[in-house]
């Protein structure tokens, strides 16, 4: 399986901001939330979707989702 950063194209700061957002606790998120801007929001947004669409790929090759369902289970809907 091809790591995160290589498959989308995320540099390491990419992957490190969507390490951020996919771990931070609920109070962290809601006080980063209150000090950025609608750039930042939308940039996090789009390192969202691109974990999604990498979750739904890695899913999509595996005929075993018990694997898929454990990483998914890691990660919180905002």
Do not use: P
Request: net charge negative; hydrophobic share 40%; no cysteine.
């Amino acid at each position: 399986m091809k790591k995160l950063h290589q498959y989308d194209g995320l540099t390491d700061r990419d992957v490190k901001n969507l390490n951020f957002l996919v771990n931070a606790s609920d109070e962290v998120l809601q006080d980063w939330m209150n000090y950025v801007d609608d750039d930042d929001l939308e940039y996090a947004q789009e390192l969202l979707e691109m974990l999604q669409h990498r979750i739904l790929d890695v899913a999509a090759e595996r005929s075993d989702l018990s694997e898929t369902k454990q990483i998914l289970a890691r990660y919180k809907v905002f």
